[in-house]
């Protein structure tokens, strides 16, 4: 069984920084791409980030410049660096990825999420 665990989210007020890490544990062969996704209440689930596993990272428009995602694939954990943060990244984060075991190949896990709030 894979699990995929959040932590580092809490309450901030707006300029603030935080860093979300997640760390994935179980029967793990590899991990390939990672990412954080968010959800704000009312609102689907968005991309934050994506990191392959030879740390190619795409960011979503609205947070590049502020946010870094960054890996290390020897503690098959990923961090999220946000800064400079803003009322509207609000939302409960989510991290993702694609991992392989001596089953599955390639499929995607979710963790629980943690909540991000920012006020003003």
């Known amino acids: 069984q894979v699990q995929l665990v959040e932590s580092g989210g809490g309450s901030v007020q707006a300029g603030g920084s935080l860093r979300l890490s997640c760390a994935a544990s179980g029967s793990i062969f590899m991990i390939n791409t990672m990412g954080w996704y968010r959800q704000a209440p009312g609102k689907q689930r968005e991309l934050v980030a994506t990191i392959t596993r030879g740390g190619t990272t795409n960011y979503a428009g609205s947070v590049e410049g502020r946010f870094t995602i960054s890996r290390d694939n020897a503690k098959n954990t990923m961090y999220l660096q946000m800064n400079s943060l803003k009322p509207e990244d609000t939302a409960v984060y989510y991290c993702?990825?694609?991992?392989?075991?001596?089953?599955?190949?390639?499929?995607?896990?979710w963790g629980q999420g943690t909540q991000v709030t920012v006020s003003s």
């Open positions: 993702a990825a694609e991992i392989s075991g001596p089953i599955v190949t390639g499929k995607r896990y």
